[in-house]
């Protein structure tokens, strides 16, 4: 079916400005004819068109009464399996279909050219999914300072500020020691559990467990330590019961986000009032966890901060993002709170999940274990103590995060409003259409990845051309540009760290190599926790 859509289309490009991302001009002007149809190359009354294009009615969908499709989805739970939903979706109509769930309406697409040609579009602000009606809310709950709602101008110069301190190449030089510190603890705490657990055959100390809780506690250690330059002792053999409440309201909060998303504030607040108020109490936690770190990584700084160092440290040694934003002081106090509330909420499941996914990986694919231990013994010996250089030396470890996250991205899909009209396959997508990139889809087709379900880290590490893989668009998993995942950098050394460690240390197997069932809250996580066994080498 042809909708008349409205004619003219005019590329804008952001604020008429050059796309500094790509460095190129913005899209040339389309237009829709009349019929609802575009064509290419010809001026028709003055405004170029595009041969055969077709409109954005006519893109596959499934279903229009968004009402329905909600229903059926929460009749059926589907929410929890939305990236198999894609999967299949993508598979009986094609690289891209419309969805309406409620009142969230979107165009998906999976193919890497598509995904380029949607950030070549995404402006120089770009937005991302909100909860935007919930924004009052919050608010109303004394968050108003929080800038999980923030978009467009504001939004930016505080991120290009945050970026100096957490993703530039000489803040990762200043964490990347803090980070190998909690990575080596780990190990260690793993090697006196299994001193005490451990079972031994011939003299060989063996430990069997679902390992998730540690890496819950893992991951928090190291975004403190990185966050707050400060150790939270998680590792000892009474962790902080306070510290265990934040893993478990940020659990809360990804679990209540999703339904959030597709339902009016109105209706939400009849049906799903119990939903809101876990939600927002769990945010409270979370909040209240991060003010009280904050306030007393604040005094501390004060103090020491009287004595900073002329290489920009207080008294001489690191003192995490939070001392670098204090002795900067570019951002007021309440922005350095909120950008590190939302450092601290975004940086634990996020890394201790596909942690879980790559030790099972590992475990079941013991010839690839061997080849990434090999290259990580080679480097470490080389590297003289210095984690940085070890990473350098040991790509396997870069390219087995990589394969984690393309068979289990964290976020499912990575979305963007582009702000001029776009055409993907074929097909007129106006400014401002919420568009996701599907990953986990993207991750798993035989289009995109040769041999897609084979677990290969070194897919990654091969010459550019020589496969599709090391083409573009293909990694997404920390999304692209100017909005990617602040967080990028500190995920990517933290888990490459810990995994170097336990390789250095253990050989991993598992008691069963079946694949695993996932689930999605808001992230993408096993439906199990995966057992893995460790063993001394
Ligand atoms: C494997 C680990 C992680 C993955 C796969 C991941 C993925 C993502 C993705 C896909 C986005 C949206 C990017 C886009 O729209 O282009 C994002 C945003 C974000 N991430 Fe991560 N993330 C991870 C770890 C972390 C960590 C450790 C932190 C904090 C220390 C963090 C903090 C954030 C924040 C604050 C944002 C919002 C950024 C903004 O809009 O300015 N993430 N992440």
């Known amino acids: 079916m042809s909708t008349r859509v409205t004619a003219g289309i005019k590329a804008k490009g952001s604020r008429g400005s050059r796309n500094v991302f790509f460095g190129v001009a913005p899209q040339k002007g389309l237009c829709v004819t009349a019929a609802g149809t575009v064509v290419h190359g010809k001026l028709e009354g003055g405004k170029r068109v595009v041969k055969g294009m077709r409109s954005f ?49 979107s165009v998906n697409i999976m193919l890497p050219s598509d995904v380029s040609e949607l950030f070549k579009s995404e402006g120089l602000h770009p937005r991302r999914m909100t909860l935007q009606p919930w924004a009052t809310h919050r608010e109303i709950r004394n968050h108003s300072k929080g800038i999980f709602l923030k978009n467009g101008e504001e939004w930016r110069a505080d991120r290009l500020q945050l970026n100096k301190e957490v993703m530039m190449s000489a803040a990762v030089k200043r964490f990347l020691p803090l980070l190998d510190e909690v990575a080596k603890d780990f190990c260690r705490m ?57 893993i478990w309201a940020v659990e809360r909060m990804l679990t209540t986000t999703p339904p959030l998303l597709y339902l009016p504030p109105r209706l939400l607040l009849r049906m799903g009032a119990p939903l809101w108020t876990q939600h927002a109490t769990a945010w409270d936690h979370i909040f209240s966890h991060a003010e009280a770190r904050i306030q007393r990584g604040y005094q501390r700084l004060s103090t ?26 570019q951002l007021s106090l309440d922005l350095i709170k909120a950008n590190i509330t939302e450092l601290m909420a975004g940086g634990v499941d996020t890394t201790a999940v596909p942690l879980q996914f790559a030790l099972f990986e590992l475990g079941r694919n013991p010839e690839v274990q061997e080849s990434v231990r090999q290259q990580v013994r080679a480097s470490w010996a080389q590297a003289g103590g210095d984690p940085q250089k070890a990473l350098q030396g040991a790509p396997l470890l870069k390219g087995t995060i990589k394969e984690v996250l393309r068979l289990y991205p964290v976020g499912i899909t990575v979305q963007r409003y582009p702000v001029r009209d ?39 590490s091969r010459e ?40 250095l240390s253990f050989h991993l197997s598992v008691p069963s190599s079946e694949d695993l069932n996932t689930t ?11 057992r893995i066994t460790f063993s001394k080498l």
């Open 520 to 530: 999605v809250t808001l992230i993408l996580q096993p439906e199990t926790p995966p």
């Open 464 to 503: 550019e051309g020589q496969r599709a893989e090391a083409a573009g668009f293909r990694s997404l998993a920390f999304g692209f540009g100017a909005r990617q995942c602040v967080g990028r950098r500190i995920a990517e050394n933290e888990m490459q760290l810990l995994l170097m460690h336990i390789l």
């Open 57 to 105: 009615e006519e893109i596959p969908h499934t279903g229009r009464n968004g009402w329905l499709n909600l229903l059926k989805f929460w009749r059926e739970n589907r929410f929890q399996q939305l990236h198999k939903h894609m999967e299949r979706t993508f598979n009986t109509l094609g690289p891209i279909y419309r969805e309406k769930l409620g009142t969230l309406s």
């Open 190 to 246: 793993l090697q006196t559990r299994m001193e005490k657990e451990g079972r031994g055959e011939e003299g060989k100390c063996v430990l069997t467990i679902d390992p998730s809780p540690d890496l819950f506690r893992f991951a928090l250690e190291a975004s403190c330590h990185v966050l707050y330059g400060e150790r939270i002792g998680l590792f000892s053999s009474s962790p902080s019961l306070e510290s265990q409440k934040f």
């Open 304 to 329: 020491s901060l009287g004595r900073a160092s002329p290489t920009g440290t207080a008294g001489g040694h690191y003192t995490g993002v939070l001392g670098q934003l204090m002795e900067k002081g």
């Open 422 to 460: 776009i055409v993907l396959q074929n097909y007129h997508i106006p400014a401002g259409t919420l568009v996701q990139a599907c990953i986990y889809p993207m991750g798993r087709s035989e289009k995109v990845f040769e041999d897609p379900l084979h677990f290969d880290p070194s897919r990654w």
